[in-house]
């Protein structure tokens, strides 16, 4: 048998434009990371599932990056992924970023949401949207953390309404506080898989209009990364952060970290091949955090039953448009409160 | 095909390895030097394991962007930078399969995928004789961690030594897995009226 394996003949396959195309695609983004975008790019994934949750049944889907769209499959929660592709030279070269969609699609619908999303991307690189929808939320003693919805309108005249964390004319300000060490790290997350570990740091940033963005970014004590395909995060994405209760507790311990005495949460989370994956997470002040994927469907569900206690009405312009936002007090089932803002165009309401 | 020498005795190799995944790290240039010094391999590794042009150009492309993407903050671990690029390439190309079933599944009625992504690919036909055909499919049938050690020791030519930090096994599985696969791979050929030396 070993004789007749040495001795066969393998077929080969050699493409020099794939050679060519990939390592300046690869080597783009090295520079582009390098030039102080600052987080690596595994964290949209857990951003595109938490703005998705944040959104509630407003819009289902969140785009970060868009070209070429493909069918990757479904999660074990029922979602559609699709992945994205940039389109250099005729090919298409993958990239990890990707959409997730709720619903119930057939092998049709599915295609149509395909070109949906590749339409979007086209309407969204020439700006051809409205801002239709801005929402501040607020954790009490925390700032408020903003959400833009957009509204497209598709070639066939349907249209789509889109959650986006869009930080437009903020992403310099995030460099420049990173740059001068101005951030609050909320939260250590260290995962560990087949021996190696990544921690990753949920760091806030507060802007100049007072508002924070919170972005994952790695520790560069344990950067990882981890040994996992692009198939394989988006399933522990998945478990992490819309279905945590799959995840097994194993205990918790209080822990030096970061100059101080923090508890340790650990889980282990079992993906579809086996595949196991430890987590251990610690928030170091527990009065600086956000909403978990949980709480943020809680809220949700509490201001579409108009179950909170207006406060006040104010008008603020959001990139350019007037808005006009009515601010309510929300008591979650665990005793956090919170505050949203919810801006409409104008005096709609 | 030549075997390479173990890892373990190839200790320059190792640091000269190990200077330019640093360098990579500060410098763009660099950086590329490590592409071109690992892409004709991995490519090739992946298409030895899947025999689809189409199948090898993307998932080569996710094999680099998920190793570049944090090369500035990679830190030396227990494994080689070459045994960590084969293992993420080891694991695009189970997904891969993975992947396929669940659409075969979705669209019931089509020819097993695995085998039609694998043989019937019109690029691949004009270089597959008779004997390599049959020897694809027997090692389609067999279980994912059989033919992924098949394909690495006879086909990518690695040691033992270098199966076992791609795979991240101990050696005594590895030389069972080689074992047993070769066993099953080899009734398979002979039910499909294959004659061995």
């Known amino acids: 048998m070993e004789e007749f394996l040495k001795g066969i003949a393998l077929p080969e396959y050699q493409s020099d434009a794939h050679a060519r195309q990939l390592r300046a695609q690869v080597l783009s983004r090295l520079q582009t990371s390098r030039a102080g975008r600052g987080a690596g790019s595994w964290w949209k994934i857990a951003a595109l599932v938490l703005g998705l949750l944040g959104a ?15 069918f990757q499959g479904q999660t074990r929660g029922g979602l ?134 919170t972005i994952p970014e790695t520790d560069p004590q344990q950067p990882g990364p981890l040994p996992l395909t692009t198939e394989q995060q988006w399933e522990l994405a998945e478990l992490e952060y819309i279905n945590p209760g799959k995840g097994k507790f194993l205990g918790s311990e209080q822990v030096q970290m970061l100059g101080r005495s923090v508890t340790l949460q650990k889980h282990s989370f079992t993906l579809s091949d086996g595949t196991v994956v430890l987590q251990s997470e610690a928030q170091l002040d527990p009065s600086k955090r956000e909403l978990t994927a949980a709480q943020t469907g809680e809220l949700y569900r509490l201001s579409a039953a108009n179950q909170g206690e207006t406060l006040e009405t104010y008008e603020q312009e959001v990139m350019g448009k007037p808005f006009k936002f009515t601010r309510a007090n929300y008591v979650l089932s665990d005793g956090t409160e919170v505050t949203q803002s919810i801006g409409k165009p104008g005096g709609e309401r | ?37 690992y892409y004709p391999e991995i490519f090739r590794y992946v298409y030895h394991s899947t025999l689809d042009h189409a199948v090898t150009e993307d998932l ?60 019937s690919s019109a690029d691949t036909l004009a270089a597959e004789r008779d004997d390599y055909r049959l020897l694809q499919r027997a ?49 398979a050929l002979l039910r499909a009226g294959l004659t061995l030396p």
């Open chain 2, 1 to 37: 095909m030549t075997l390479p020498q173990c890892l373990e005795n190839f200790t320059e190799g190792a640091e000269e390895e190990r200077a330019l995944v640093l360098a990579a790290q500060r410098d763009t240039a660099a950086a590329g030097q490590l592409f071109d010094k």
């Open chain 2, 139 to 187: 090692l389609l049938g067999l279980g994912q961690k059989y033919r992924t050690v098949i394909v690495l020791r006879y086909f990518e030519g690695k040691s033992l030594s270098e199966i076992c930090e791609i795979t991240n096994k101990q050696e005594g599985t590895v030389k069972s897995q080689l074992h047993r696969g070769l066993a099953q791979l080899k009734d």
């Open chain 1, 80 to 213: 559609y992924v699709f992945g994205i592709a940039t389109k250099e030279g005729g090919t298409n070269h993958p990239s990890s970023d990707m959409a997730l969609v709720g619903g119930n699609l057939d092998a049709a619908g599915i295609e149509q949401k395909r070109k949906d999303f590749e339409e979007l991307d086209a309407l969204k690189q020439r700006n051809a949207r409205e801002l239709v929808g801005v929402t501040d939320t607020q954790v009490k003693g925390n700032p408020p953390v903003r959400m833009f919805f957009f509204k497209y309108v598709l070639a066939d005249g349907r249209t789509s309404t889109l959650a986006e964390r869009d930080l437009e004319g903020d992403p310099q300000q995030v460099v420049n506080l990173r740059q001068r060490g101005q951030r609050e790290i909320l939260k250590v997350t260290e995962e560990k898989v087949a021996g190696q570990r990544r921690r990753m740091l949920t760091c806030r940033y507060v802007l100049s209009d007072g508002r924070a963005i």
């Open chain 2, 60 to 119: 080569t492309s996710n094999v680099f962007f998920s190793a570049f993407r944090h090369l500035g903050l990679f830190r030396w671990r227990r494994i080689p930078f070459r045994a960590w690029l084969y293992r993420i390439a080891t694991n695009e190309v189970r997904m891969h399969y993975r992947r396929q079933k669940r659409i075969s599944a979705a669209n019931a009625g089509d020819v097993d995928p695995e085998l039609s992504g694998a043989v």
């Open chain 1, 56 to 70: 509630g049944a407003l819009a289902r889907e969140v785009i970060i990056q868009v070209h070429h769209y493909y």
